[in-house]
T-cell receptor, first 112, second 116 residues
Framework: DAKTTQPPSMDCAEGRAANLPCNHS???????VYWYRQIHSQGPQYIIH???NNETNEMASLIITEDRKSSTLILPHATLRDTAVYYC?????????????FGKGTLLTVNP | GAVVSQHPSRVICKSGTSVKIECRSL??????MFWYRQFPKKSLMLMAT?????????EQGVEKDKFLINHASLTLSTLTVTSAHPEDSSFYIC????????????FGSGTRLTVV
């Protein structure tokens, strides 16, 4: 079973920041938080991941609470092309053979 | 960055035939690859973990004799759907990860299988 809880859908206006929440209250100390997105009929695209500290890359920022029980993915300036299903996943403690289990994700719709 | 190539992207086959899907890590070695299946409007479901040089590990409910996995090298894993039936029609996706926690998992672009 997936270890995360996400809202099924969210809307965001184009050009505004999209903040996608994720609860992972049972995360263990060595598990990472991963975010992926999937546009229709494509493979999931890696966005960002982190362990404890907040992370930022060219696509997004990841804010992880101090107790690590929840996180927020921030797309600073959403565009129409950011419309996708966003998956928050915990796992991958460092070994390359740690399997990722997908939940249902959040369908983000960016509106013009 | 890590790139995973999956081929073919789309295949149509007749019921009763077998179909092979390839997954290659292009710029890194992957001792482990993962195979997922995704039905319309559903999330990805892990089918099996492919281990280089050894047998794959299948998730509960996945028939190992129907979904044959071979991981003959550090850059190639194949999934063969044997004696395909219409209910096997789905979107199949592979993924791999470089060793070390600093890397994310990379996914292939997926294969749309239609069995007629």
């Amino acid at each position: 079973d997936a270890k995360t809880t996400q809202p099924p859908s969210m809307d965001c206006a184009e050009g505004r920041a999209a903040n996608l929440p994720c609860n992972h209250s049972t995360i263990s100390g060595n598990e990472y938080v991963y975010w992926y997105r999937q546009i229709h009929s494509q493979g999931p695209q890696y966005i960002i991941h982190g362990l404890k500290n907040n992370e930022t890359n060219e696509m997004a920022s990841l804010i992880i609470t101090e107790d690590r029980k929840s996180s927020t993915l921030i797309l600073p300036h959403a565009t129409l092309r950011d419309t996708a299903v966003y998956y928050c996943i915990v796992g991958g403690s460092g070994g390359s053979n740690y399997k990722l289990t997908f939940g249902k994700g959040t369908l983000l719709t960016v509106n013009p | 960055g890590a790139v995973v190539s999956q081929h073919p992207s789309r295949v149509i086959c007749k019921s009763g035939t077998s179909v092979k899907i390839e997954c290659r890590s292009l710029d890194f070695q992957a001792t482990t690859m993962f195979w997922y299946r995704q039905f319309p409007k559903k999330s990805l479901m892990l089918m099996a973990t492919s281990n280089e040089g050894s047998k794959a590990t299948y998730e509960q409910g996945v028939e190992k004799d129907k979904f044959l996995i071979n991981h003959a090298s550090l850059t190639l894993s194949t999934l063969t759907v044997t004696s395909a039936h219409p209910e096997d029609s789905s979107f199949y996706i592979c993924s791999a990860r470089r060793a070390g926690g600093s890397y994310g998992y990379t996914f292939g672009s997926g294969t749309r299988l239609t069995v007629v």
